[in-house]
């Protein structure tokens, strides 16, 4: 099997396996990690159709990956941010309501 | 020591796994085919930069790093309101000498690479991201030791936050004075601004990033 | 008005290179609508504003105006993407400020589901790059019509649909609305139940009509079809059940998001009729649109002041407060479909067409639908007629800003029975262009 065929399979082995753990787990942050999980397997088949024989790297999968990285990024603080506000006590509440940037 | 599964979580496993098998089964016969990568190396001469993905993110297909901005940006706003630690008072709770002396050895080290990734970002791998990522993990690390930092006055690191987006939308609409459309760079002038937006657009990020490091109580709470 | 959509390619490169933005008049329609909207509850937000409303409340409403209308436009399948994304952000920001101690749950679980959402969207978007090379809407239709149209094709189609349906809640994958609907702030789940799901639904149908035309399928429009049913019959029966008016309206919007999903499987095959069945959908959406902002904004203003949420507690506010309750009536008209109102036309619409092409079954559901939903309305109308006031609601509990937000509901009433009318209108901007 090929290097390209390869990182296909495992991408697509990635994405289902985190999806599926994301979708049964009850713990919030592990959630968060299965979706980073599934994020990444889908980003190694973008990465894995961009491998040409004679031409140099089709560079446009490489940027949908950067730009897809950096909006996973700002998901997870946003859900990391969110799960640690559901777990702590709700008199913290009003005191969130206050703070300004 | 793991648990047996539900009957829901069954359900899903065995969802998951048929669609899985399926996908395997549909996507590995057919190869990748080609497409635009020779279109790309075509225009690689009046995009005013080297590395063909750069040129990608910030020339052709620039309105998806301008909305990519946009989308940190949208996420530090609840971010902030639901912040652990006002930005002016983020305290540092483990610092010690080692950590202090590893961040004054580290740091300037780091700014040095950062602006090594970014200035060559238009020839190799590289860019406003990478670099952008490196400086806020060492904000990060600067806050958490113990050292005074300029990001933690509120006016400076606001405008920071929203310098990038500001100063990308600004050039996008130079097209009122220069004939082109939106977010086309006139072919003599690309590199400078696509430099231009790469420091703005670190800064900014930086910023933004630092702020999400920021956000995170310091005690240990388990999720 | 010119005759064809024009496009706006995005620095001057064509696609597969660049990125462009098409625009049609379904596209400005419902821009203009949106931004309305949007200015009518900055309007009502501005009449509450208060030492505790949350200052981040503003920019991310205007980041959602940014998102849901750069959804009308977009023609390129990563864009789409990144729309979706900010608007879910915007979305999930919006309820994580919502007053009330279990909005933080609420909107983990909301943007759980949106991520979910995305990235089936996004391995669809992955497979059909790794297969076709390109992600301009019209481009891909070019590429998969003239291409063997192989399994990969279907399986990407699914996950993009999939993922537009986990995010417009669709039957059976809304579970999430009700929720995340009903414990949002009143302006929050009007703009959520009126707007947010509307741009999936709506990109969900340009992908239809245009890019995967080729590949629609008997079974795929069959499990739509019963989706939608699913999705009418469950909405209308929960929200019979309901025992918060928050909540029944939020019920109400599974019905209604059902009928949206029912324009779908209409094939037709000349120009003029898939025109009219665009003007019906997008006429639904703005009479829907319209008459789920009245209800959200009348029933958060009588919580606000009054303090009443469930509906026996609206005994006797008929003669109290008769504007607000000729708001939630109108508002009622329209989502049951009775005349004049841009419900009932939008319905008589679809059930036309459902009529010519002889699917009967839907027909009937429609029906027995809109009975259902007026059984429930007719319930709290009758309370709220009917019965004497009772002592405990009568109080006032905010006085400040009450006629700017008195006169934006009756605004909103009216212009719910005014787009009525407005189906030349709708056909007259679809001459640019529907897709």
């Known amino acids: ?50 491998y040409h024989d004679t031409l140099p790297p089709d560079a446009i999968p490489h940027a949908i990956v950067l730009t897809g990285i950096v909006v996973s990024v700002a998901t997870s603080a946003l859900a990391i941010l969110l799960a640690l506000r559901s777990q702590s006590s709700s008199t913290t509440k009003t005191s969130a309501n206050d703070h300004h940037r | 020591m793991t648990k047996p599964l539900v009957n829901g979580q069954r359900f899903t496993a065995l969802i998951c796994l048929a669609m899985c098998i399926i996908s395997l089964i549909v996507v590995i016969p057919v190869g990748p085919s080609l497409s635009a990568a020779s279109l790309i190396q075509e225009h690689l001469n009046n995009s005013g930069v080297e590395n063909p993905v750069t040129a990608v993110l910030l020339n052709y297909r620039s309105i998806d790093t301008l909305l990519e901005l946009a989308v940190i940006y949208v996420a530090v706003l609840p971010v902030c309101a639901l912040s652990f630690n006002q ?38 791998p590289g860019g406003a991201f990478q670099a952008a990522a490196l400086l806020a993990g060492l904000s990060g690390l600067i806050a958490f030791s113990g050292f005074r930092h300029f990001l933690k006055q509120k006016a400076l690191n606001n405008t920071l936050m929203v310098s990038g987006i500001l100063i990308f939308t600004a050039i996008g609409f130079s097209h ?20 231009t937006i790469e420091i703005f657009a670190t800064v900014s990020i930086t910023a933004i990033l630092g702020r999400y490091i920021s956000a995170l109580p310091q005690a240990r709470i388990s999720l | 008005m010119p005759n064809e959509p024009f496009s706006i390619y995005i620095g001057g490169w064509q696609p597969p290179l660049g990125i462009r933005l098409s625009v049609t008049g379904a596209g400005l329609l419902l821009t203009g609508f949106s931004c309305f909207l949007f200015l009518l509850i900055s309007f009502f937000a501005r009449s509450q504003a208060s030492a505790s409303f949350p200052r981040t409340f503003w920019p991310l409403l205007l980041s959602l105006q940014t998102g849901i209308t750069g959804l009308f436009f977009t023609h390129d399948l990563f864009n789409a993407y990144i729309f979706l994304e900010i608007t879910g952000i915007c979305s999930v920001g919006l309820v994580a400020l919502s007053p009330g101690d279990k909005s933080y749950k609420t909107a983990f679980n909301y943007l759980s589901v949106n991520i979910v959402g995305s990235l089936c969207f996004l391995f669809g978007v992955a497979l059909i790059y790794r297969t076709y090379g390109v992600l301009d809407f019209i481009m891909l239709d070019a590429a ?73 399928t008997p079974p795929l429009i069959w499990v739509l079809s019963l989706c939608g049913a699913a999705g009418i019959i469950i909405g209308t029966i929960r929200a019979l059940q309901a025992d918060h008016l928050k909540q029944m309206a939020a019920y109400s919007t599974v019905a209604q998001i059902g009928y949206l999903f029912l324009f779908m499987p209409i094939i037709s095959q000349s120009e003029q009729l898939s025109t009219e069945i665009f003007a019906g959908f997008l006429l639904f959406i703005v009479a829907h649109g319209l008459a789920k902002t009245t209800l959200f904004l009348a029933v958060g203003y009588l919580k606000s002041v009054h303090n009443c949420v469930t509906p026996s507690s609206l005994a006797g506010f008929a003669q109290q407060q008769p504007l607000i309750v000729g708001a939630i009536a109108v508002s009622a008209i329209s989502l049951i479909g009775l005349p004049p109102s841009g419900g009932f036309t939008a319905k008589w619409a679809l059930l036309s067409f459902h009529a010519s092409a002889g699917s009967w079954a839907l027909f009937t559901t429609i029906l ?8 429930c309305f007719f319930n709290i109308m009758i309370h709220a007629i009917s019965a004497p006031p009772a002592p405990e609601y009568g109080e006032t ?15 909103l009433s009216v212009l719910t029975v005014l787009s009525g009318f407005c189906w030349p209108l709708f056909a007259h901007f679809l001459r640019w262009g529907a897709t």
């Open chain 1, 1 to 50: 099997m090929s290097e390209q065929s390869l990182y296909t399979v495992l991408g697509i082995g990635l994405f289902w396996l985190g999806l599926y753990r994301a979708l049964t787990v009850n713990a919030l942050l592990i959630k968060i990690i299965s979706f980073n999980v599934a994020g990444a397997g889908t980003f190694m088949i973008l990465i894995a159709s961009a």
């Open chain 2, 87 to 124: 930005i002016t008072t983020v305290r540092c709770v483990h610092s010690d000498t080692v950590l202090r002396g590893l961040t004054s050895v580290v740091a300037p080290a780091t700014i040095i690479t950062a602006i090594y990734l970014l200035y060559n970002g238009t020839r190799l």
């Open chain 2, 176 to 195: 009122y004075i220069l004939p082109a459309s939106f977010l086309a760079y006139p072919r003599e002038y690309a590199t400078t601004v696509i430099i």
């Open chain 3, 144 to 216: 998969i019509d003239s291409a063997h149209v192989s399994p990969i094709a279907y399986l990407s189609v699914f996950m993009i649909i999939t993922g537009l349906v986990v995010k417009s809640a669709l039957a059976p994958l809304h579970g999430w609305l009700p929720e995340v609907h009903g414990s949002a702030m009143p302006l929050v789940s009007a703009l959520l139940s009126g707007l947010v799901v509307k741009c999936g639904i709506y990109l969900f149908f340009v992908l239809w009509w245009t890019t995967f035309s080729s590949l629609i």
């Open chain 3, 368 to 375: 027995v639908g809109s009975i259902l939903s007026a059984v």
């Open chain 3, 397 to 411: 509990i905010i006085t400040n800003g009450l006629l700017q937000q008195r006169v934006i509901i009756v605004l």
